[in-house]
């Protein structure tokens, strides 16, 4: 992967969201048109936090966020997602 230029500000994060899923435990594949969008993802890029509340997410973290969480962004011809620290649900 190429070197990143965005740093996020504040307490935002930056993540790069995970392959949806193409086939569901019991082998039945999922047309694109029944896909639904991921709600996982890998951490890219973390800002330095407020002065009340350092960051808890880091650099390589897999996390879980809501369905309509963050900001979409196209960066280098990929996908991103750009939100508080606060829309992440937890670290897997």
């Known amino acids: 992967m ?5 740093k996020p500000l ?3 994060v930056l993540v790069e969201p995970l392959a949806a899923e193409t086939k569901t ?4 594949y999922i047309p694109d048109s ?3 969008k991921p709600q996982q993802g890998k951490v890219v890029a ?6 009340d509340e350092p960051m808890t ?11 309509f ?3 979409e962004l196209k960066l280098d011809g990929n996908d991103y997602l ?8 937890a670290i897997l």
Do not use: C, P, Q
């Not at 973390?46 to 002065?51: A, C, F, L, Q």
């Not at 997410?57 to 369905?67: A, E, F, M």
């Open 69 to 71: 969480a963050g900001t």
């Open 2 to 6: 190429s070197k990143l230029t965005i």
């Open 46 to 51: 973390v800002g330095n936090g407020t002065k």
């Open 57 to 67: 997410v880091k650099i390589g973290d897999t996390v879980l966020y809501g369905k």
């Open 82 to 89: 750009i939100m508080r620290e606060s829309d992440i649900f």
């Open 10 to 12: 504040a307490d935002r």
């Open 34 to 36: 029944a896909k639904e």
């Open 25 to 28: 435990a019991s082998g039945i």
